[in-house]
């Protein structure tokens, strides 16, 4: 059934290799109007991870498009900055909330809060996330159950909490930030790899789930993007080799890359044209291959 959507979306002229799922939901809505708009009037967007890297760009699309925002992250100091910045250069209204996600309570805290602040949320999107370099073995157990807890289970308690509100209204769009890692195994990120070919497979369910709800739900799946975390994990690990240039995503394109295909209600979107041609040819190879592509991988990263 993925392979009939996928091959249907390319025959639909969205990109030769691109994965531009279409949502089963009502088209066109009115968020798909919204993303032609200059504005989006009384509508907002929470945003997780929303203090650097990929998050902070994407809190400066929303805004720019005329959604007021709650912007979450465990940083408040970084948070308030660019709530400062984004009132001012946007006009929109930012509620901050400091919290840390990767504890259990923090997902029904952050939804509570909302609730408690009378603010309805319209978009909710799924971008805080940690990843783990190095062989599974040597990384702390510690370690592998906060970066499941971060990438999966809030962001599962999330998309149920906030979920149901959308449905009840009849309208609302759901962006979980999976990777281009979800394809494959990825070996020295096996733990980090899996938690977002779980996203992946999540989001795609739910997008059918969803038909005819007026609710969508996208998984984009960028790259190697240009962020903080990525810098800071390689600083830490001294592992992972340096990128071509090429191949490196700019987290700001990507962003907008995220935010327009969560306003069609796209099912699926891998931005950037090599990562759509690598995905697209890793669907249809054998798995034994992707194993030894990941060896090959291990290798070149350290």
């Not at 030769?16 to 798909?32: C, K, V």
């Not at 993007?225 to 490196?248: D, F, I, K, N, Q």
Request: charged share 20%; hydrophobic share 45%.
């Amino acid at each position: 059934m993925a392979r009939q959507r996928y091959n249907g979306a390319l025959d639909r002229g969205r990109g030769a290799l691109g994965q531009h799922l279409r949502s089963p939901s009502d088209s066109p809505s009115r968020f798909e109007r919204m993303a032609n708009d200059a504005r989006a009037p009384h509508q907002t967007a929470l945003i997780t991870g929303a203090s650097a890297g990929i998050g902070r760009e994407l809190a400066s699309v929303f805004a720019g498009h005329g959604f007021d925002l709650v912007v979450v992250a465990r940083r408040e100091p970084e948070l308030e900055t660019l709530a400062a910045s984004l009132r001012a250069g946007h006009g929109v209204d930012v509620s901050v909330v400091a919290l840390d996600l990767a504890k259990a309570s923090g997902p029904r805290t952050l939804f509570e809060t909302v609730r408690r602040r009378k603010i309805g949320v319209d978009v909710l999107v799924n971008n805080a996330g940690i990843t783990a370099h190095g062989d599974f073995a040597d990384i702390s157990l510690d370690s592998h159950v906060r970066l499941i807890q971060l990438n999966i289970s809030a962001l599962t308690a999330l998309t149920h909490l906030f979920l149901r509100p959308m449905v009840e209204r009849g309208h609302g769009r759901v962006l979980n930030l999976a990777s281009v890692s979800a394809f494959q195994p990825v070996p020295t990120i096996a733990v980090y790899a899996a938690s977002k070919a779980y996203v992946l497979s999540f989001s795609d369910a739910l997008a059918v789930e969803l038909s005819g709800t007026g609710v969508t739900v996208t998984a984009f799946c960028p790259g190697f993007t240009e962020t903080t975390m990525v810098h800071t994990e390689s600083a830490t690990t001294g592992r992972a080799a340096p990128l071509p240039g090429l191949v490196v995503l700019d987290a700001a394109q990507v962003a907008r890359e995220a935010y327009a295909a969560c306003l069609r209600g796209d099912a699926v979107q891998v931005s950037g044209l090599l990562n759509q041609v690598a995905t697209f040819w890793m669907q249809h190879q054998p798995r034994w291959l992707g194993r030894t592509i990941g060896g090959w991988i291990r290798q070149w990263g350290g």
